[in-house]
């Protein structure tokens, strides 16, 4: 019997420390999956915060970004008006000035007669503006090339001149506008070139398509395009075949007590007169004390308003 308890005992104590060391291992189990699983929570509640933290940095950083863009594109625009409104008031005030002066300018070109035009010009030392034609651009690149390699001013006189056409609609004046001035900035090699200077075809003031020039010029100018017209002229497109002694008379008349001047002319291909006449015409200017200038000289560098 007492062999039997004894047995009985040893058996019961070896399952009692089995089972504690059962009970201890889960208890250690217990423990480090608890502590993982605190572990972990603390990791995922660090991460969490430090996510959000970086979503806020980064929604900050955006935010500061957003309005520096807004800012500098503020700051780009308010440059941008206030060339233009420096532009504009140069040529509103064209016609008023306290020494004389006078703007060559050369309409529907280029032609064959526009090479005669350089020539002369160039042998006077002198700068025009040509208002050129997108049709004629087309036709004579490198002449276009020449002027603008040479100095003189390149500006824009739409692409068909043809009145029905271009006068449409305000959108088909500034379309005219846009297709030449890429055309003369393939035929001189520069991208970026932009006259931001029109000569609506007849003229801004007056004829049938009136409202539609004053919608025009609103449009144009809101793409940083300010339009000039002319206070003189020679008439050389007044009559099929003028007389020198026409231009002359038209030109003394129409620069009669003026200081600053801009002179109408044309370099299209039925105008050579223009260009026979031009010695004449320079001669005159000269000895009435006129300084020769381009619209280069009033609108100066235009790179700021193509930003």
């Known amino acids: 019997m007492c062999q039997f308890l004894i047995k009985y005992g040893m058996y019961n104590l ?56 807004a800012e500098n594109a503020e700051k780009i625009k308010q440059e941008k008006d206030n060339k233009f409104s420096q532009m504009k008031d140069n040529i509103k005030h064209i016609y008023k000035s306290d020494t004389k002066r006078a703007f060559l300018t050369f309409d529907d070109g280029p032609s064959a007669n526009t090479e005669s035009i350089l020539n002369i010009l160039n042998n006077y030392g002198i700068k025009a503006s040509f208002f050129v034609l997108g049709t004629r651009v087309e036709a004579m690149p490198n002449m276009v090339k020449t002027m603008y390699e040479q100095g003189h001013f390149i500006g824009n006189h739409g692409y068909s001149h043809t009145y029905s ?37 007849g003229g801004l003031a007056g004829g049938v398509y009136a409202s539609i020039k004053n919608e025009a010029e609103q449009l144009l100018e809101q793409n940083y395009i300010l339009n000039v017209d002319w206070n003189a002229l020679t008439g050389d497109s007044e009559k099929s075949n003028p007389s020198p002694e026409y231009l002359m008379q038209n030109l003394q008349k129409t620069t009669c007590n003026k200081n600053s001047v801009v002179i109408l002319m044309h370099d299209a291909a039925a105008k050579k007169i223009t260009a026979d006449m031009l010695p004449q015409v320079i001669e005159y200017l000269k000895q009435q004390g006129y300084e020769f200038k381009t619209f280069s000289d009033l609108l100066g560098d235009t790179k700021s308003l193509d930003k």
Not at 29 to 52: G, M
Not at 182 to 196: C, K, M, R
């Open 165 to 201: 056409q271009i006068y449409s609609s305000p959108q088909a004046v500034l379309d005219e506008y846009n297709r030449t001035n890429q055309l003369v900035a393939n035929a001189i090699g520069d991208s970026t070139y932009n006259s931001h200077l029109f000569r609506f075809p």
């Open 14 to 69: 070896k399952e009692y420390k089995r089972h504690k060391r059962i009970i201890i291992s889960l208890l250690v189990l217990t423990a480090i999956v608890l502590i993982a699983i605190i572990f972990y929570s603390i990791d995922t509640i660090v991460r969490l915060k430090n996510i959000e933290e970086f979503n806020r940095q980064t929604i900050a950083i955006s935010e500061k970004l957003i309005q520096q863009d």
